[in-house]
């Protein structure tokens, strides 16, 4: 059997050591967090807009703190529907704005197509009927220019190498012609001298012929 001292040693509380550090040692039961016997449970807040969320605030507080909580209230709702008017007043003046942007741009396509084809026919040009461009035309003149002054060069070279060698071949005849010339009085001289030194020879053949 267990004696009446040996159950007070077991009830008597340790001592702590000094120096050491007191422990305590958590309920297993947290009162603080545990609804009062008979109470109901606090209710949840399933809206989470913002009427559901004053609604659910205003059924915290006490009545005294109602009217400035209402207040409040009114004010956030009342800046929220300016603010979404003002929001819907910016969203029709960007729509008319677009709306007008998109004419502007269309308006100025349009112009700069207009542009483009009066441009495209002030630089066109008819050629032979042919329809072409200033820079095309510009391009077959010059091309001509140079082609006329090519066959031009090659004309003057073509003339100037024929007057050389018609000069070459005037002075040649001329040549041939001044000593043809001058045979030809050599050979006038020649027949002549010919003829005479004959006619002395007929003469002394006469003279022998009378004599005999």
Do not use: C, H
């Not at 040996?6 to 550090?21: C, R």
């Amino acid at each position: 059997m267990v004696s009446a001292q040996d159950s007070a040693k077991k009830a008597k509380p340790a001592i702590a050591k000094p120096g050491a550090k007191p422990t305590w040692t958590r309920p297993a039961t947290d009162y603080r967090t545990q609804p009062l016997a008979g109470q109901p449970a606090a209710p949840v807040n399933t809206d989470k807009s913002l009427s559901g969320q004053y609604q659910y605030v205003a059924s915290k507080v006490y009545n005294y703190q109602k009217p400035p909580l209402a207040a409040f209230y009114k004010n956030v709702t009342d800046s929220l529907r300016a603010e979404r008017k003002k929001s819907r007043e910016l969203q029709q003046k960007l729509s008319a704005q677009g709306k007008t942007v998109a004419g502007l741009q269309s308006d100025v396509t349009a112009k700069e197509q207009s542009l483009t084809e009066s441009n495209a026919k002030a630089d066109a040009i008819s050629l032979l009927g042919i329809p072409v461009t200033k820079t095309l035309y510009n391009t077959i003149m010059w091309g001509l220019v140079i082609v006329f002054g090519a066959v031009a060069t090659v004309v003057l070279l073509q003339s100037g190498s024929a007057r050389r060698e018609a000069k070459y071949r005037i002075k040649l005849y001329e040549e041939l012609d001044e000593e043809y010339k001058a045979y030809k009085v050599k050979a006038n001289d020649k027949e002549k001298k010919l003829a005479r030194e004959l006619q002395t020879e007929r003469n002394k053949i006469d003279e022998l012929l009378g004599r005999s």
